[in-house]
């Protein structure tokens, strides 16, 4: 229920106003001054400000302009009489909703009044929705207690607050546009457009238009003008991903935009000016790109003002386990049974740790949604992962990656279990064969793969 302040001198109007807004399903609050309708502005959650024009002490204008100060959004409805007309006039050039002339017609005032309330109702979704995307890309939802990601961490609340354009480099999946969005919302600009182009999902032509927009009939199609990204996220931040598939002539483009700060719509003529904050990432070397002559010196450095190298998850192993457990949170919810995931087998720990991760944050996210989703009980067993996951789980054992409060016999098991598997997958699973690599006897070898219930087939 919304609840409207009135504010009057004469308790006769509140009383009367009260009585109509509460029949049409409102709470109401009443104040018979600007000073009191403050005090209670500050007390209550209010989603509209009905208000007298002419009061002693503050008039409503005053009280306008100090409810504007606070929240420049909330809807203000005056009061007034004929001889004040223009007083009303001058307090919607200050934000007022619009203004009743009074002895008001009832009807009339429910009109102006609902769609203001609808008006205000659809300003607090945006702002709960803000909040919700703020949160989502917060540094507390981005994943990472290891040195590598926490220095990652340091330089983006260095850089947010600045307006300089910043190059994200790292490999596919470890995390580039949640780096953006995190610079974004951290910056200024939080409360303008944070807009996302990916450079190799169109073709040149295509992302031109995409980029830049275009004229009416400046292409078989162009049926009428459209605005491009760069315009659409005037005063925000635009987000270029997989830069370095940029064609040579966009790139030219966009070291124009860069230099002058305007961009041409495809078949304008008019220079446009543009205020966004450029992001770019990408999962190539641009340095390299530049020596191999793919991408132009005089870019390159436009775009490197800050650089920012996200780790591989291969070099962050620390950070397995909290996102191991974030993403059982998240998908975990999703299930259909009753029981909820809490955790996985030591078993998957050791395998996770030993993996290379080629797909890094996000192939391990895929992982554990699919676990979640197959997995009958509470743990997720190695049973419960992708086939092509365990065929390629790495057999090397990385031991910088074992937690330090591992334990050893479990660790020298998985060892020993890893070393059997390799050795009988180089001797296309020949016991005999195996046995050699290993150092081992053939029935020592067999009793190792009862005992482990490996089940290969001997083949010798």
Not at 174 to 184: F, I, P, Q, S, Y
Not at 267 to 296: D, H, M
Request: glycine share 6%.
């Amino acid at each position: 229920m919304e609840t409207i302040l009135i504010v009057d001198d004469e308790k006769n109007y509140t009383l009367i106003l009260s009585a109509i807004l509460e029949d049409e399903g409102f709470e109401t609050l009443t104040a018979n001054s600007g000073p009191e309708a403050l005090e209670t502005l500050s007390q209550s959650d209010v989603d509209l400000v009905v208000t007298d024009m002419k009061m002693p002490t503050m008039d409503g204008i005053d009280l306008l302009e100090n409810i504007k100060k606070k929240d420049a959004d909330l809807p203000v409805i005056m009061m007034t009489a004929h001889g004040t007309v223009e007083k009303a006039v001058e307090a919607m050039q200050k934000g007022a909703y619009n203004y009743i002339l009074k002895p008001f017609d009832n009807e009339r005032l429910v009109l102006y009044v609902n769609k203001a309330i609808s008006m205000y109702r659809v300003v607090k979704e945006n702002r709960q929705l803000r909040r919700a995307v703020e949160g989502l890309y917060s540094f507390h939802n981005i994943i990472g207690k290891s040195k590598a990601m926490q220095d990652v961490f340091h330089l983006i609340r260095k850089v947010a607050p600045a307006t300089a354009t910043v190059l994200i480099e790292g490999a596919s999946g470890t995390g580039k546009e949640l780096v953006a969005n995190a610079l974004h919302f951290n910056s200024p600009r939080k409360d303008k457009p944070f807009v996302a182009v990916n450079c190799s999902a169109l073709a040149e032509t295509l992302l031109e238009s995409e980029l830049f927009g275009h004229e009416k009939g400046a292409f078989t199609g162009a049926i009428s003008m459209k605005k491009g990204r760069f315009e659409i996220a005037d005063g925000g931040t635009l987000f270029l991903d997989e830069i370095g598939e940029l064609s040579p002539a966009l790139q030219v483009k966009l070291l124009r935009v860069l230099q002058e700060r305007v961009i041409e719509r495809v078949g304008g003529v008019k220079p446009i000016p543009v205020n966004i904050r450029l992001i770019v990432a990408t999962n190539k070397s641009l340095k390299e790109e530049v020596a191999k002559g793919n991408f132009r010196e005089d870019l390159f450095y436009r775009l490197n003002v800050v650089s920012v190298t996200l780790p591989s998850l291969r070099e962050r192993l620390e950070d397995v386990r909290p996102l191991v457990g974030h993403f059982i949170a998240k998908y975990s919810s999703e299930r259909n049974t009753g029981l909820p995931v809490t955790g996985i087998d030591r078993e998957v720990e050791r395998l996770f740790y030993e993996y290379d991760w080629p797909g890094n944050v996000r192939e391990l996210e895929n992982v554990i949604e699919r676990a979640v989703v197959m997995s009958p009980g509470e743990i997720i067993q190695v049973s419960d992962l992708p086939k092509d996951f365990i065929d390629n789980a790495h057999s090397t054992l990385h031991i910088d990656g074992i937690p330090i409060d591992a334990n050893l016999y479990d660790t020298l098991v998985l060892v020993e279990k890893n070393m059997i598997l390799r050795a009988l997958k180089k001797a296309n699973y020949v016991q005999a064969h195996a046995a050699d690599l290993l150092g081992i006897g053939k029935s020592g070898l067999n009793q190792k793969i009862k005992k482990y219930k490996l089940f290969v087939k001997d083949k010798s």
